[in-house]
């Protein structure tokens, strides 16, 4: 992608934010994500990138962790 001026432009600027992407097999059993108490965001996709549940802030802990 370029702008008006010819200079590439990337679609996600998004430097500092680690994407995950992970493709999990349920055969075995549920999945457990350990995910850390403190101001995060994050979610869980299906394969056709339905939500299934938030992480963080965004999730039903409110950040405070699951523990």
Do not use: K
Not at 8 to 16: G, K, S, Y
Not at 22 to 44: E, K
Not at 53 to 65: A, R, S
């Amino acid at each position: 992608m370029r702008d008006a001026a010819g200079e590439a432009r990337h679609r996600h600027r998004a430097l500092t934010t680690p994407y995950i992407v992970n493709f999990t097999s349920l055969a075995d059993g549920p999945v457990l994500i350990d995910y850390p108490a403190g101001p995060t965001a994050g979610g869980v996709l299906d394969f056709w990138q339905r939500p299934v549940v938030d992480l963080g802030q965004t999730g039903p802990d409110q950040g405070n962790g699951a523990g």
